[in-house]
């Protein structure tokens, strides 16, 4: 019996024993990795991938339809304001010019020669001698009519007393036939007197007006002299348009800068409008980068602003602009997203020393971390301890006596390294953390920082 009790006890123990290390208590727990929490400053930012950029570039331009000469610039060459970098073929406009020219002086010459009238005026001085001597000649033929009709009653009052001297035998028939010719003569002799004077005076009406007709020519040279005018200054504006395009044939650069791009190399005939060169001031090179609509809201014009990455090593700039519309963009993965152009300018020197030590250009990759927040002393864990449960709040695994504790919390400032503590750890400093918690750790478990053996 006595030996029976004690293989009884043994066989409880051996079963206690077996329970207890099925229950974990003679292994020494998890594995995990962990932190402790520090107090320091934390800074909230957005990261996103950016690029560089000028703000604007200088088109040069075909000013006019022509032929331009080939283009010596290539991309990359530095040129001076008011260089001239493209040219047309000069032969082209001073032909245009010389064409012009030559329209304004054959109206100059036409003017002149419209406003001299001295032949003009001569005329009329001699127009009104015309109607002086056609005044003296209808005179002189009123005052013949008058001697005609005075002849003409003389040879009929002949008549008549040779016709009653005939009857009585006194006048012989070869007097009274005289007697009667020097009264028919005399009747003609008027009528022409007469059709002479309606003539004179329907000469003279006409010359009347010649005086009259030079004055109006005259007059008219003057309106032709008008019409001269305005062709001239036609021709002049022509003129001063074909000596301007002279002019903008030589195309010159409108900054100091470097050429980006030269889509036009060897002679050829262009329209207006055509692009020859483009330039840009690398001086001005700022950042562009495209912010999701949800993290922009935190950024603000004048943020400081980290930009890295294998272009610009390390630099810092500020936000110098913000759009006011966003737009859609598709990422790597096909999803669509809603962004908005954030706009960074480099500190005064940094752009300076990139140009200087990196040859920084146009178009170039780079990363922006945009500080929206910061807190110079706060309570800070590894962003890795911190993750989220079904209720949405934010949980983190402590370290306390050997096993994790499941601990919720409250977190202020946040960003891709570390979080900011506000409420949960009540130890604070030095407390430690788990991190990158597996899903399979539970409240309660035993843990241990390092491998498990």
């Known amino acids: 019996m006595k030996i029976n009790r004690w293989l009884i006890i043994a066989a409880v123990l051996i079963a206690a024993v077996i329970v207890y290390a099925l229950r974990g208590g003679f292994s020494a727990g998890t594995a995990v990795e962990a932190a402790r929490a520090k107090v320091g400053p934390i800074v909230k930012f957005v990261d996103e991938q950016a690029k560089t950029r000028l703000p604007q570039t200088y088109l040069i331009t075909m000013p006019i339809t022509g032929r331009i000469e080939p ?192 889509p036009i190399t060897n002679e050829r005939y262009l329209s207006a409008g055509t692009i020859l060169l483009e330039i840009g001031r690398l001086e001005e090179l700022e950042i562009e980068a495209d912010v999701l609509s949800l993290d922009v809201v935190a950024a603000k014009v004048g943020n400081r602003v980290e930009i890295y990455g294998p272009a610009v090593g390390r630099a810092w700039g500020k936000v110098h602009r913000i759009y006011p519309a966003g737009f859609t963009k598709l990422s790597s993965l096909g999803v669509e997203q809603q962004r908005v152009k954030v706009i960074v300018r480099f500190d005064d020197g940094e752009l300076e020393r990139l140009l200087a030590e990196r040859g920084l250009g146009i178009g170039y990759r780079v990363r922006v971390k945009i500080l929206t927040d910061d807190q110079p002393k706060a309570l800070l864990v590894p962003r890795s301890a911190l993750f989220r449960t079904a209720d949405n ?58 491998e498990n053996k």
């Open 393 to 450: 709040s934010w949980r983190l695994f402590v370290i306390r006596g050997g096993r994790a504790v499941l601990q919720k919390v409250e977190v202020g400032l946040m960003n891709d390294e570390q979080v900011e503590i506000a409420e949960g750890l009540a130890e604070g400093e030095g407390e430690q953390v788990v991190l990158a918690p597996e899903s399979s750790l539970k409240d309660g478990d035993k843990v241990f920082v390092g």
């Open 71 to 262: 283009i010596a610039l290539v991309e990359g060459m530095t040129v001076k304001k008011g260089q001239v970098v493209a040219r047309i073929v000069p032969r082209d406009l001073q032909l245009a010019v010389d064409q012009a020219a030559a329209v304004v002086g054959r109206l100059e010459a036409s003017i002149a020669e419209n406003a001299d009238v001295a032949v003009e005026r001569t005329a009329y001085q001699q127009t009104l001698q015309f109607v002086k001597s056609t005044a003296a000649t209808v005179k002189a033929a009123a005052e013949r009519m008058v001697a005609g009709a005075a002849k003409l009653k003389y040879a009929a009052n002949d008549l008549a007393r040779v016709k009653q001297l005939a009857a009585t035998g006194a006048r012989t028939q070869d007097e009274l036939e005289r007697a009667e010719l020097s009264q028919v003569q005399s009747d003609v002799d008027y009528k022409q007197d007469q059709l002479v004077h309606a003539a004179m005076v329907a000469v003279a009406a006409a010359t009347d007006l010649t005086p009259s007709m030079v004055l109006q020519y005259i007059d008219h040279k003057k309106l032709s002299g008008a019409v001269l005018e305005k062709q001239k200054a036609e021709a002049e504006a022509k003129l001063r348009q074909v000596l301007l395009d002279q002019e903008r044939g030589e195309m010159r650069s409108p900054v100091d800068g470097v050429v980006l791009d030269r």
